[in-house]
Each structure stands twice: as C-alpha cells, then as structure tokens.
C-alpha cells in the first residue's frame, strides 16, 4: 500500500513539516490515542452525519491505524494473513 509507505519514509526520514514525523515525535501512546479519537469520530459520524463525512472520518481513522501500525512494526499483510487465518475457521 503506497500510504502505507510513505508513512515508513517520514517516519525513517523524520521530515520538518511532517505530520506523520510530528505524531512519531509525540510517541506510540499519542498515536494510540489519535486511533482511539478518530474511532469514535467515525462512529458519531455513522450515525448523524452524512455519508462524505463519515468517509473523511474512516480516512482519518485509517490513516492513524496505518501509522501505529507502522511503529508497532506491523505492515498490511500482517493483518491480511490474520484475516486469511480467520476465514480458515
């Protein structure tokens, strides 16, 4: 996944002007808590927003997934072979 990338790049890279590298600066448990905001952003939104905001909202989850992810040490097909595991069952 391209973003998913990116995101290893400015966390490598740690460019000035970066939110990525800004999150990173403010450690795992900030980015954990970011993930927490935004999950509870997308679920108000599901239920009395419209369908383009409650898009900006999962985007904005995903994104923050995708960063703790990252720091965490987990890619895209970590989590792909977990839920290939799961069907399996």
Excluded: W
């Amino acid at each position: 996944m391209q973003l998913y990338n990116i995101i290893i790049d400015r966390i490598n890279k740690r460019p000035q002007g970066s939110y990525t590298a800004q999150l990173i600066e403010r450690g795992r448990g900030y980015i954990a808590r970011k993930v927490g905001e935004e999950a509870v952003e997308v679920i108000v939104s599901s239920l009395a927003e419209s369908k383009e905001r409650f898009v900006e909202e999962v985007a904005d989850l995903l994104y923050h997934l995708l960063v703790l992810m990252a720091v965490n040490g987990v890619n895209i097909n970590d989590v792909c072979d977990e839920l290939r595991r799961r069907m399996k069952k």
